[in-house]
Antibody, heavy 115, light 108 residues
Framework: EVQLVESGGGLVKPGGSLRLSCAAS????????MNWVRQAPGKGLEWVGR??????????DYAAPVKGRFTISRDDSKNTLYLQMNSLKTEDTAVYYC??????WGQGTLVTVSS | SYELTQPPSVSVSPGQTARITCSGD??????AYWYQQKSGQAPVLVID???KRPSGIPERFSGSSSGTMATLTISGAQVEDEADYYC???????????FGGGTKLTVV
């Protein structure tokens, strides 16, 4: 059974940093492209970024609103995906999901950016 | 930046056919995916790669794509189908993904 479990969310002040993790199991993680998606309260879904497999170069692409502030990485030895978020803004407040193969989503972790 | 456009809302009576559209310039060459999201829950994939129905999704859900428009069709919509629906696809480069703005389906 595919499982994705996000963690690391919480309350942070504007300008602060936070690192989210996504622990994966039930599928060959090293062979999967992984994405982060977020959803602000009462708003629609927003793609944050994607990391390819190392075999495919490990290329990372980001959505414009987070480029230069967020960094996606992966540790295939730990079957874990990360999202390092720096220079956080109030508009980054959202539930953050990791997803793979379009079908599989975690339960999400809430990030609140507020003073 | 690339955009996918959906109608904000669609309303049908129970048993009627609901159609939700998604338009985007890259759709002639890129797959569309459709998600259903009920209040307080994570999204669920209801249509994969334009028209494939994942295991466990009722047969009344179908998808199609023609030109720059993808369509999610719910034949004989039921009250439990009330939800927000999002299309999802990538730009022509395949490197930047995007969700449509979402469509609130009301079945009443």
């Amino acid at each position: 059974e595919v499982q994705l479990v996000e963690s690391g969310g919480g309350l942070v002040k504007p300008g602060g940093s936070l690192r989210l993790s996504c622990a994966a199991s039930g599928f060959p993680f090293s062979k999967a492209y992984m994405n982060w998606v977020r959803q602000a309260p009462g708003k629609g879904l927003e793609w944050v970024g994607r990391i390819k497999t190392k075999t495919d170069g490990g290329t990372i692409d980001y959505a414009a609103p987070v480029k230069g502030r967020f960094t996606i990485s992966r540790d295939d030895s730990k079957n874990t995906l990360y999202l390092q978020m720096n220079s956080l803004k109030t508009e980054d407040t959202a539930v953050y999901y990791c997803i793979t193969m379009a079908s599989f989503w975690g339960q999400g972790t809430l990030v609140t950016v507020s003073s | 930046s690339y955009e996918l456009t959906q109608p904000p809302s669609v309303s049908v009576s129970p048993g009627q056919t609901a159609r939700i559209t998604c338009s985007g310039d890259a759709l002639p060459k890129k797959y569309a995916y459709w998600y259903q999201q009920k209040s307080g829950q994570a999204p669920v994939l209801v249509i994969d790669e334009d028209s494939k129905r994942p295991s466990g999704i009722p047969e009344r859900f179908s998808g199609s794509s023609s030109g720059t428009m993808a369509t999610l069709t719910i034949s004989g919509a039921q009250v439990e189908d009330e939800a927000d629906y999002y299309c999802y696809s990538t730009d022509s480069s395949g490197n930047h993904w995007v969700f449509g703005g979402g469509t609130k389906l009301t079945v009443v």
